[in-house]
Nanobody
Framework: VQLQAYGGGLVQPGGSLRLSCAAS????????MSWYRQVPGKQREKVAT???????NYADSVKGRFTISRDNAKNTVHLQMNSLKPEDTAVYYC????????????????WGQGTQVTVSS
């Protein structure tokens, strides 16, 4: 099982970006899917989570600007980021709680490789 994240880049303040992350491999089920971000010298911060049922939760710093969504049929999670600010600059990581097909009953934590988001004029 692996997660592949993509969609980062350079954007001006006030702009938008959409991150995506696809889970692949022998998957039985996926529970929560989340996006985290990290800047050098700081702890990784949870940005947003979406449950398998579609319930969402956001960090206060991104509420009203970011939207997390998922496509269960495609095992993907997206993060639509609007009204971006320079302080949103970070490496963004996707995370998923997955039950592999060969380990039913077990929930394992998987991470994507990270994608850089830079907000700068």
């Amino acid at each position: 099982v692996q997660l592949q994240a993509y969609g980062g880049g350079l954007v001006q303040p006030g702009g938008s970006l959409r991150l995506s992350c696809a889970a692949s491999g022998m998957i039985f089920s996926i529970n929560d899917m989340s996006w985290y971000r990290q800047v050098p010298g700081k702890q990784r911060e949870k940005v947003a989570t979406v449950t398998s049922g579609g319930m969402t939760n956001y960090a206060d710093s991104v509420k009203g600007r970011f939207t997390i969504s998922r496509d269960n049929a495609k095992n993907t999670v997206h993060l639509q980021m609007n009204s971006l600010k320079p302080e949103d600059t970070a490496v963004y990581y996707c995370n998923a709680a997955i039950t592999p097909a060969q380990a039913i009953g077990v929930i394992l934590d998987y991470w994507g490789q990270g994608t850089q988001v830079t907000v700068s004029s």
